[in-house]
């Protein structure tokens, strides 16, 4: 099957990076929804919707990635809509309505993503209870369980710690079930993945490292006889240059926000710190890492058209499925992705493909 292409929808205020460095990109529904339709029209395969609801790291605005999803999903054609939800801020029952109905209005191409949650002031502020690490893996998973018996089963009656479901419908079931993604480096996560989710998004990361994470849970899947797939996030600057591309990160990190930049790094590191090894998924992340808040930089998606897409083969070599793509101007790099990168990226896997068969 050949590599899919997603994209970070930028439904919040400040783009895909935290630098003071001016971006041509929108965060208003038309914005999004002008994305949305060039994305698909230019070969990417999912839009990925950002669950926020109070400022963080420069984010002052945002818009509800269900409500946004809603309305992209009637905007669109092609395009799979992946909405991020954060568990203990919806009621599974609830958010399975929800995402069956975005799968009508689309149909058949709703997915989710579950995050389990890093950010506490969200929770605290709302007046929800903030769970230690790994019991918010634990809610997830319960929250995941919830979900796919509302899709499938006529009834469902469920009794976790966490949620009590007695003989609730769910009608219309969706066109297609939702796929399930889920991202978290920590073992609650990785075990989790392997046991319930669809898709295993990773942070940025060397092709070392990433392979190392692709081999634990894809065991842990096989463990449970199942199968799961791999997207990683990955930042892309592609310049006529090498040099121009590598200026521009360079120019991002020099005029990165630097309060906020160590805000997030405190929240991450602390949410990390909290799990029972003692690390989470930006564990080893540097400042620089860390102004793209998904360690974008460090996958390696910066170069010229052709640099980039033998990178994403090297992705391709190692088991991802799913690339996570980044941009610094939506306005006219997305575009730009779609007709350099990924035509190319088309022609390098059939030429591996020919390898492979002979």
């Not at 919707?49 to 999803?69: D, H, I, P, V, W």
């Not at 490292?209 to 692709?214: A, E, P, R, S, Y």
């Not at 088991?319 to 006219?332: A, C, K, S």
């Amino acid at each position: 099957m050949g590599l899919q292409f997603a994209y970070w929808a930028p439904n919040v205020s400040g783009g895909l990076v935290i630098s003071n460095l001016p971006q041509k990109t929108g965060w208003s529904f038309e914005d999004n929804k002008r994305y949305a339709q060039i994305a698909e029209e230019n070969g990417f395969d999912y839009v990925l919707l950002q669950t926020r609801f109070f400022a963080s790291y420069g984010a002052e605005k945002q818009l509800e990635a269900a409500a946004l999803a809603s309305a992209l999903a009637a905007s669109t054609k092609k395009l799979n809509i992946i909405t991020a939800v954060l568990p203990g801020l919806w009621h599974p029952g609830v958010i399975a309505k929800i995402i069956s109905t975005i799968d009508h209005i689309s149909n058949g191409r709703a997915s989710i993503n579950i995050v389990s949650g890093w950010f506490k002031n969200e929770f605290i502020g709302y007046g929800e209870p903030w769970l230690d690490h790994d019991e918010r893996y634990r809610r997830s998973e319960e929250f995941i369980q919830v979900l796919r018996d509302l899709w499938t089963k006529e009834t469902t009656t469920f009794k976790g710690d966490f949620y009590r479901i007695n003989e609730a419908p769910l009608k219309p079931k969706p066109i297609n079930i939702p796929k399930i993604f889920q991202g978290g480096n920590s073992k609650a996560a990785r075990e989790m993945a392997g046991r319930v989710s669809d898709v295993y998004f990773m942070n940025g990361n060397s092709l070392e490292n990433l392979k190392k994470q692709i081999d634990h849970v894809k065991s842990l899947a096989e463990s449970n006889g199942r199968n799961i797939q791999f997207g990683v996030n990955g930042f892309v600057i592609v310049r006529d240059t090498e040099e121009e591309a590598k200026q521009v990160l360079k120019d991002i990190v020099l005029h990165a926000d630097k309060e906020a930049v160590e805000g997030f790094e405190s929240q991450v590191k602390f949410a990390g710190k909290a799990s029972p090894e003692g690390e989470g998924m930006w564990a080893e992340s540097t400042f620089e890492d860390l102004v793209q808040y998904n360690d974008g930089f460090k996958t390696g998606l910066i170069g010229t058209a052709e640099q980039v897409a033998d990178r994403i083969i090297e992705l391709k070599k190692i088991g991802v499925d799913i690339v996570l793509t980044g941009f610094l101007h939506y306005d006219e790099d997305l575009k730009a992705f779609g007709e350099k990168v990924i035509p190319l990226v088309r022609e390098k896997e059939a030429k591996l493909e020919g390898i492979l068969a002979n």
